[in-house]
């Protein structure tokens, strides 16, 4: 087989590596991955192979135009490939890393983790991202095994050996209609335990609009910016409410600001900071256009974003296609343009729009006040968040600005 010809590296991207596609060995109520096994009805194997595999490393290195390049491995749950065949991840990037620096960070439910995982990790400086939901009781709501039995103590387990053999991690915490009602709970947790680095991602999943919808598909598709709006279908119960979702964020921001800026680092508050001080969102679901960010199946199929994984959204397949080709064609970057073009008039006259730009539109099946369709689901949060932290907002930019320190807010007054 002819191997693809990477184009040359014009800018870079990001992949989100499924190399065992949804398998996992949880069963999360709320998680939109596991479904799409059913996108793959004939598969057996469930795991990435060797051809696959070094097509992708070999491909991903020679298609970014930097000096480092950033590896992304998720699922599912990836630990379940086993130690071995991370080793062969590591033999492959050194083999086509071509002098280029290689980072690696592994997403992970941390239930599999033990002392070889973690020496290994620790050995190949892989960052680690930790899934979880809070405290015990929050994290157990919704996050269990097969058996439906909760996961808090092996998750804790997991991150016990992390500490041990010293492998830097950060945490993921889904917000959900649980968590969301206890931020200085979730946020309070997440420290204690020596998270330096968190992630909220917000738990927007909608039902299927009809009984017609995909077999096997449990949650609605994203709504196509370049279709006419259909029937629009009701949130699952266990997804956050949106004036919940805002009501969170604040009350985390609120004790972040006055106790741990500089200290503890909260992804949506940084690239808020970015936003504001006129650097561009480092964030696609607040970036301006999207479709940098490719998601890139067991088998090798590659679709236009994580959670646009459905046949309409497959770019091709890295064995047969250039990956640099797939990312930079037209297709997805209309795919990219789209977030842009399709915001509604109400978002365009939005004050928070250089903020927000819409968020991703994959929650975006509301209409507008005005019956323009496009309007995203968490609107009503975005917008009560970055009211509440355009003050302080303003007062880090300038503080940064004139070459001090962003930690000095914690003892200003701000108005």
Excluded at 60 to 85: D, K, N
């Amino acid at each position: 087989m002819k191997r693809p010809i990477p184009l040359p590296a014009t800018h870079g991207f990001h992949g989100l590596t499924k190399p065992i596609g949804p398998i996992c060995n949880l069963d999360c109520t709320y998680c939109f991955y596991l479904e799409k096994q059913s996108l793959y009805p004939e598969e057996k194997s469930w795991r990435m192979n060797d051809a696959v595999l070094e097509s992708y490393i070999r491909q991903y290195i020679h298609s970014q135009p930097g000096p480092e390049i950033h590896f992304a491995w998720q699922g599912g749950e990836p630990t379940l490939l086993g130690v071995e065949f991370f080793q062969k991840v590591v033999a492959l990037q050194q083999k086509h890393g071509g002098g280029k620096q290689i980072h690696n960070a592994l997403q992970t439910n941390g239930t599999l983790l033990d002392d070889r995982w973690c020496e290994f990790l620790a050995a190949h400086h892989f960052l680690v991202g930790l899934s979880i939901d809070g405290p015990r009781e929050l994290h157990d709501r919704y996050r269990v095994d097969k058996g439906q039995k909760p996961t808090f103590d092996a998750v804790m387990r997991g991150l016990a050996f992390l500490k041990k053999h010293g492998v830097e991690f950060n945490t993921l915490t889904v917000v959900n209609r649980a968590n969301s009602r206890e931020p200085l709970a979730v946020y309070r947790f997440l420290k204690e335990i020596g998270s330096g680095f968190l992630q909220f991602i917000p738990l927007v999943e909608r039902l299927p609009a009809s009984l017609t919808a995909a077999p096997g598909l449990t949650f609605a598709e994203p709504p196509d910016p370049a279709q006419p709006p259909g029937h629009t279908s009701s949130v699952t119960p266990e997804s956050v409410e949106a004036v919940q979702y805002g009501a969170f964020l604040c009350g985390v921001f609120d004790e972040w600001v006055r106790q741990d800026v500089g200290k503890v680092f909260v992804q949506l508050f940084d690239v808020a900071l970015g936003n504001w001080m006129g650097l561009g969102s480092s964030l696609c679901v607040f970036a301006e256009q999207c479709g940098s960010a490719v998601a890139i199946e067991h088998n090798g199929d590659v679709y236009s974003c994580d959670h646009y994984v459905y046949p309409k959204y497959r770019l091709g397949n890295v064995l047969n296609q250039g990956l640099g080709e797939m990312v930079r064609s037209p297709r997805q970057i209309q795919f990219g343009r789209d977030k842009q073009a399709s915001l509604p008039k109400y978002c365009l006259a939005c004050e928070v729009r250089f903020a927000c730009n819409g968020e991703c539109p994959k929650h975006r099946f509301l209409t507008t006040p005005d019956g323009e369709s496009g309007l995203n689901y968490l609107c009503p949060a975005y917008k009560q968040f970055f009211h509440h932290i355009d003050p302080y907002m303003h007062t880090m930019g300038q503080l940064l600005n004139a070459g001090r320190a962003a930690a000095e807010i914690m003892t200003m007054e701000v108005v």
